[in-house]
């Protein structure tokens, strides 16, 4: 499956480095701890929304998303539709107050207007979950590329990690601004290209309306969900709802967002970034998922792998159930030929009735195809019951290696470490400012100068650097990749915004309460996951609402706290 020519050997590598050197080098100088923790306040608006897309837009996105579309369709938009609530509550609360506080990190002002402890604990819950997550970041790509490249998982780990260091460490927050313009602009011209790559490669007489009409007649374009199913994670209301406050949870509170807008010239060039992050997000997660959409109707009228994950069915050919597998591959290539008759009758037919009847055809052999496809998993189970069957992730990646033109692989998986090294610089930068001002500096007796701080900055990145190296190392794949870094947060972030809203709005609530209340709704929050007893949107809301609740009613018994 390795298709990579010189061509894209050549593309990757001079995109790859021309970031990280542009990036190290535009930013190598630093006298002031504003400047390296602030970017001395000199983004501009669409920087600073460039910047904050650019940190949330991990390659898990560019993975993930349209293998989550190809099986599951574009309902995943739904939980970006919390988005554009929160960024306005964002711009009209927090952001006015970080800036006139002058503050370097969010939890800067916990301290001020609870206490130190509260401050420590909410610096310590951001350091784990992004700490977690900046792993995970580095490990998405690498798991998928070493799958289907066969090149060397550790090693991969260690390159993206490395690289992403180099320019960090040197420039800051300002590298990771100035890189992060030219990681999306790769990002888009990639993600552009390759939908229309996939369009020409359908047949003459599919045009994009009758794509559409296939994807839709396959359920694929089912975008809205208005019932309160809990067993459904992605809906109207858990978008509108769970999602919202996962989205002030992220915005608001997580350092590696928050330092991103700090950056900002002024109050209204830090809100007009987040307006724009706000209006450009659901369209451009929507585009995401329609070209995974797009990458399904490809394969409708062209051979696709039974599994797209390669290390499983390499494990399964080598195994006593490599008969049982074939005769699966061999059954598929029968439904598959089926298939490509019908939709090939449906693309050159404009009767209504017959084409119902080809519809109903399509469905059917669609669904002989699905229920092959998961005895196909089975059987991976058998042979490795650990095993991760999901194989969304591997469905893009597999279109690009075997479809595309030499050199634009090399750009698609420029993409893809792109974003890899935009999200994974901004956990960096935020961990090793958390770490000097919330956890470091609080704790010297003794004030330093300016120049103490940013070295001790420097180090503190590059330690958190190295540590997401190892966890990537020692993480596994979980379901589907996008899925994991949500979860993630979710069992931090409602906790964390709880209790910056009882900051914000209930003036009465006191540190001791606040403190006790935090330590008890994290518990009960991972109780919760643990137990899976609700789909993990709702800990946001869940994790919020608990906190505030029980912060009150200890305030109400402990008039001292």
């Known amino acids: 499956m390795n298709r990579l020519q010189l061509e894209d050997w050549l593309v990757l590598a001079t995109t790859l480095l021309f970031i990280v050197i542009y990036g190290a080098w535009k930013t190598r100088k630093h006298s002031k701890v504003s400047d390296y923790l602030r970017g001395g306040n000199s983004a501009k608006w669409w920087t600073v929304g460039i910047s904050v897309m650019a940190t949330q837009a991990s390659a898990i996105t560019f993975l993930s998303t349209p293998g989550q579309a190809f099986h599951d369709g574009m309902g995943f938009v739904q939980f970006y539709f919390g988005l554009p609530i929160a960024m306005i509550i964002i711009c009209m609360v927090f952001i006015p107050l970080y800036h006139k506080l002058k503050v370097y990190t969010a939890y800067e002002f916990l301290e001020q207007r609870f206490d130190g402890k509260t401050r420590v604990l909410t610096a310590f819950l951001f350091l784990i979950q992004r700490g977690l997550s900046a792993g995970i970041t580095i490990f998405a790509p690498a798991i998928i590329l070493s799958a289907v490249l066969g090149w060397d998982l550790y090693m991969l780990n260690i390159i993206i990690g490395v690289l992403v260091i180099i320019y960090t460490v040197t420039g800051g927050t300002k590298a990771v601004s100035v890189t992060q313009k030219q990681q999306m602009a790769v ?10 790559l996939i369009l020409d490669g ?3 007489e599919v045009t994009f309306t009758k794509a559409l009409d296939i994807a839709g007649a396959s359920g694929k374009m089912d975008i809205l969900d208005f019932s309160f199913d809990f067993e459904n994670n992605y809906t109207v209301w858990s978008g509108i709802i769970g999602g919202t406050f996962l989205m002030l949870s992220y915005f608001g509170t997580d350092q590696s967002q928050v330092q991103r807008y700090l950056s900002g010239q002024s109050v ?25 959409v797009m990458v399904f109707v490809f394969y409708q009228y062209n051979s696709a792998p039974l599994h797209f994950n390669p290390s499983n069915v390499a494990e399964v050919m080598e195994s006593p159930y490599a008969d049982q597998y074939k005769s699966l591959e061999n059954q598929r290539s029968l439904v598959e030929a089926e298939l490509f008759s019908v939709q090939n009758a449906m693309a050159a037919n404009s009767s209504s009735s017959e084409n119902q009847e080809l519809i109903n055809q399509m469905k059917s052999l669609q669904g002989q ?9 089975e059987l991976i189970l058998k042979v490795d019951p650990n095993a991760t069957v999901n194989d969304k992730d591997y469905v893009f990646i597999h279109y690009i290696l075997n479809n595309l033109p030499k050199g634009l692989i090399g750009l698609l998986l420029a993409v893809i470490l792109s974003a890899a090294m935009s999200s994974t610089a901004s956990e960096l930068n935020a961990l090793g400012t958390t770490t000097t001002i919330d956890i470091y500096k609080r704790s010297q007796a003794v004030e330093r100068d300016e120049k103490f701080y940013i070295q001790k900055s420097k180090w503190f990145t590059a330690l958190w650097g190295v540590l997401a190296i190892l966890i990537a190392c020692v993480a596994n794949l979980f379901e589907n990749l996008i899925q994991l870094v949500n979860i993630i947060g979710s069992i931090f972030y409602g906790n964390v915004l709880g209790i910056f809203l009882l900051a914000f709005f209930i003036k009465h609530v006191k540190s001791r309460a606040v403190f006790a209340a935090a330590i008890l709704t994290q518990a009960i929050i991972i109780a919760l996951w643990f137990w899976d007893a609700i789909p993990y949107l709702w800990l946001n809301l869940i994790g919020c609402a608990l906190v505030m609740i029980i912060a009150i009613l200890f305030q109400s018994v402990d008039r001292k706290a």
């Open 202 to 204: 359908l047949p003459e």
């Open 369 to 377: 195809d699905k229920q092959l496809r998961e005895q196909a998993k």
């Open 268 to 292: 209204k060039q830090s809100q007009l970034g987040l307006m724009f992050n706000g209006l450009l997000k659901v369209p451009m997660q929507f585009f995401i998922l329609l070209v995974g």
């Open 187 to 196: 990002i888009f011209a990639g993600m552009f290209i390759a939908f229309y």
